[in-house]
């Protein structure tokens, strides 16, 4: 059974068609990317998917279960994550609080309890605290863990909120291009991140420009082009469709593309 | 546990608060300031409430004295009309603000930015006329006399006794808030504050926590307005006017948003002042108006914030 | 015979006729039209309040509580200056300056310095403002109503059974002219065009040259004069105080609402509509709740059609 699948979701915008007659199916443990030209519709993709967008038309299913609609916080419940591509981090709160709340998921405590400040909800802060630092430590920001997260640079805002999202323990978590903006190292930093992620048994969805990071870490490629799909399969098959490569430099492009690989 | 854990502990406000109250009688020169320490007790209360909402949650009431309006008259009411006792009617007005709250909370808290301003603004206008129209309950305009409290036989009247009910009430508040604050609703408030569609990724139900929140504070304005009603025996409508609620707002901003000491700092401010210098009793709606821009502008983080970034400052 | 007072409009029932039994028969026709001509006219003021708020809501994104106190200050100016021996238009004239003056200051020392901060701090910004106003006028005029006298005579014309003041002729057409040249110059002048640049996006229009700054001084400016105006004509009918300003602000927004935040013939439209709404549920369901009749347009327009009539929508990028 497919941890994901995408059924001819469809979307407009007052006339533009930004998500057309989607399909996708994504497998458990896998990394599935979602590439395409600038405009092609991938975070209205991932908007859909993740529930801030209701869809015209189509289903979305996580699991066995229809989940299509469903706002995003019922489906976080269900195990579904993401991150944002331009990073919607609680910059007020400490790095470590960030994650903290990454934890809701799993805390228990009830708001008369929380008013009462009851021995279960210390216990409670103590595991959450606990959960939180060991999800800093993953991503090797340990020892900012104190630090307001607005003091942060950019490159460890993006980790942070990665794990933010994985302290949620999610079974699938959609990347909004995580390497928007990060320098060659960062990018590397975060192909070891995903490829542990996978480790721990998380599905990603990676929507991603960098080509390099797609190619190296994808197990399967899904290609959008105006809101349609284009292509799918490995990187090395999407990679030599010619169709992509017309999508991305355009006719003359791909032509020009031909001729200097001979 | 150590001096410095003591004093980093998470009640430790509410030990320094417990403090002032029980000393400050001591330098009380007559009876008198008693009811200016019963106000600020009062008040205070009230603009935690706003506070909680405000400065932690992010969200914004402009109307909040509509529920400050309802605890009032709910004493007034009960004791008149229902021959109720009077601490059935302060659990009766805080009852009912809690569910106005929620049946009004659950649209209006939906919006953002200035149409929930103006929303919250509506909503307390609303509250100020009908309080004033419906004068066969509440005595119209010129509003309706309240018996003083009676528990267990007792008599509870005077600035004396509303001191120490006021008081320990805001003790009281001020641990609940405290304890929620230090807790997952706490963070989850926080978090909403500072971006609400990352709150939802991370399964946050934002709406259901701005209701609870916003039910939380109008039922600390409407103990607030009881006891307001219980001290003066007298309400009047404009309890829950414009004015007052912007008031309540001013505190908060003063003392400053997301500080539970800042309450009682802002509401020691706005109510102490106009009463020393008397001479600006005149003035006193072009002094809030100042107090309110020049926080707005200059001074946004108020004054309790705005302390302990300067002590902050000076210790590196 | 009573007279009632239907939207703040007072009014003398002509409509009710003696028939041949002695028994009082109530023209509904010519009540319609009485409910309608003072709905128009308080309508006309909410709708000059709404127009100062759109525009300034356009120019700089503020929402300016303090909007209604422009229409204090018209009145209560005009109506000292000429108790204290000044000839009625120059005192008019003099208000208004004033009103703009205010405005001005208003924009360069409370809004200026807290440029870039959310909305609600700006709009609190305002709020403190209009209070202040409000304290000032206390002091500086005094806390009774006052009246000015009518443009054209107290008598009340008669149309079809109804009663018009010709006060409310003179406050329509006053917001017809001032609609009109205030469309003309948006429309027509290269300054117009500068507004209109502001308003759809200030970076951009910074970027070609328009000094922005003195575009939102001019929006202020504006807004007080017509606010100024409104209050200096309508004072007549519905008399002023100091304290005029907080309800009228509300009603105006809810007027620019109701219209179309951000639309300047939703403005108009909007406050007319409140002003005929509010007349009509006072006369003919309750005056005593009058004012929530604003309240409540707030809300439904929030919660049924955020957008208002003719406003346009706003799509929200994440």
């Known amino acids: 059974m497919k941890v994901l699948e995408v059924e001819r979701l469809s979307i407009a915008f007052g006339g533009v068609r930004a998500v057309s007659d989607v399909s996708l199916a994504v497998s458990s443990g896998l990394v599935f990317s979602i590439i395409g030209p600038n405009g092609a519709g991938k975070t209205t993709l991932l908007n859909l998917i993740s529930g801030i967008y209701a869809p015209q038309d189509g289903r979305v299913r996580l699991g066995s279960e229809d989940v299509t609609g469903l706002a995003p916080h019922l489906l976080a419940r269900r195990g579904l994550s993401r991150t944002f591509q331009n990073l919607q981090l609680f910059l007020r709160m400490t790095v470590l609080e960030n994650v903290m709340v990454g934890r809701h998921r799993h805390e228990s405590t009830s708001i008369l309890s929380n008013l009462l400040h009851l021995p279960s909800v210390s216990r409670q802060n103590l595991q959450t605290r606990e959960a939180a630092r060991s999800g800093l430590a993953r991503v090797g920001l340990a020892a900012k863990a104190e630090r307001p997260a607005g003091s942060l640079a950019f490159g460890d805002l993006r980790r942070l909120e990665i794990a933010r999202a994985l302290a949620s323990e999610p079974k699938v978590l959609l990347l909004d291009e995580p390497a928007a903006g990060c320098n060659p190292v960062e990018t590397e930093e975060l192909d070891g991140i995903i490829r542990s992620m996978v480790k721990d048994g998380v599905t990603v969805v990676l929507v991603e420009h960098d080509m390099r990071l797609v190619m190296n870490v994808s197990d399967r490629i899904h290609v959008l082009a105006n809101g349609r799909t284009l292509a799918e399969g490995t990187a090395a098959e999407v990679r030599s469709n010619s169709a992509v490569v017309e999508a991305y430099l355009g006719v003359h492009g791909s032509e020009e593309a031909a001729r200097a690989f001979g | ?316 | 015979m009573k007279k009632r007072r239907v939207g703040g409009v007072a009014c003398s029932p002509d409509w009710e006729t003696i028939g041949g039994d002695g028994a009082r028969r109530i023209d509904p026709m010519a009540e319609f039209l009485q409910f309608a001509f003072s709905g128009l006219t308080v309508g006309a003021v909410y709708a000059l309040v709404a127009l100062g708020f759109t525009l300034i809501y356009n120019a700089s994104g503020v929402v300016n509580f303090a909007q209604g106190e422009f229409v204090m200050l018209g009145g209560m100016s005009t109506v000292f200056l000429a108790l204290a021996g000044v000839p009625l238009p120059l005192a008019a004239l003099i208000a208004v300056i004033v009103a703009v003056a205010i405005g001005l200051a208003l924009h360069r020392f409370a809004i200026e310095p807290a440029r870039g901060a959310s909305a609600v701090t700006l709009i609190m910004i305002t709020i403190g403002a209009s209070i202040f106003l409000r304290g000032a006028a206390q002091i500086v005029f005094d806390k009774r109503f006052h009246s000015l006298p009518p443009l054209l005579g107290a008598d009340p014309i008669r149309f079809d059974g109804a009663a018009i003041l010709p006060q409310s002729l003179v406050v329509l057409a006053g917001a017809a002219i001032i609609v009109a040249l205030l469309w003309g110059v948006i429309d027509r002048t290269l300054l117009g065009k500068a507004v209109i640049a502001t308003a759809a996006n200030r970076l951009a229009a910074r970027l070609v040259g328009i000094n922005t700054r003195r575009i939102v001084d001019f929006s202020f400016g504006v807004s007080a004069a017509i606010g100024a105006i409104a209050g200096i004509l309508v004072t007549p009918i519905t008399l002023t105080s100091y304290d005029v300003g907080t309800l009228l602000a509300l009603k105006g927004f809810a007027g620019a609402m109701l219209g179309g935040i951000g639309s300047a013939f939703g403005a108009v439209v909007g406050g007319l509509l409140l002003g005929l709404l509010e007349a009509f549920s006072a006369g003919y369901i309750s005056s005593n709740y009058k004012d929530a009749v604003a309240f409540l347009v707030i809300l439904a327009v929030l919660f049924i059609m955020p957008r208002g009539l003719l406003g346009r929508a706003q799509v929200e990028r994440v």
């Open chain 2, 1 to 316: 546990m150590s001096m410095r854990a003591l004093l980093h502990h998470r009640l430790a406000p509410v030990a320094a608060i417990a403090v002032i109250l029980l000393l400050l009688p001591l330098l009380f020169p007559s009876t008198y300031y008693y009811r200016i320490g019963a106000l600020v007790f009062i008040f205070a209360l009230a603009s935690l409430g706003v506070n909680l909402l405000m400065g932690f949650a992010g969200q914004v009431s402009l109307g909040h004295a509509g529920f400050l309006g309802i605890g009032a008259y709910a004493v007034a009411i009960g004791a008149t009309h229902l021959g109720a006792p009077s601490w059935l009617s302060i659990l009766g007005g805080a009852s009912l603000s809690g569910l106005i709250a929620f049946i009004v909370g659950r649209p209006i808290l939906e919006l953002k930015g200035h149409y929930l301003a103006v929303a919250t603004l509506g909503f307390g206008l609303l509250v100020a006329i009908v309080l004033t129209n419906e004068a066969a309950w509440t005595g119209g305009p010129d509003g309706m006399l309240v018996p003083h409290l009676v528990l267990f036989g007792f008599p509870l009247r005077g600035s004396q006794a509303w001191y120490w009910i006021g008081g320990i009430t805001f003790v009281v508040g001020m641990v609940l808030a405290l304890n929620l604050i230090d807790s997952p609703t706490g963070r989850t408030l926080h978090a909403i504050h500072d971006s609400e569609v990352a709150s939802r990724m991370l399964g946050i139900d934002v709406a259901r926590h701005k209701l609870v929140i916003f039910v939380i504070s109008a039922i600390y304005a409407s103990v607030a307005g009881s006891y307001l009603a219980l001290l003066n025996e007298l309400i009047t409508p404009d309890v829950s006017g414009f004015l007052r609620s912007i008031e309540l707002v001013a505190m908060v901003v003063l003392g400053g948003m997301g500080s539970v000491i800042g309450s009682l700092v802002g509401a020691a401010l706005l109510i102490v002042l106009p009463q020393i210098l008397t001479i600006l009793q005149e003035y006193e709606q072009m002094v809030l108006g100042i107090v309110v821009m020049g926080f707005m502008i200059f001074l946004r983080q108020g004054i309790v914030p705005g302390i302990a970034a300067a002590l902050g400052r000076m210790r590196t």
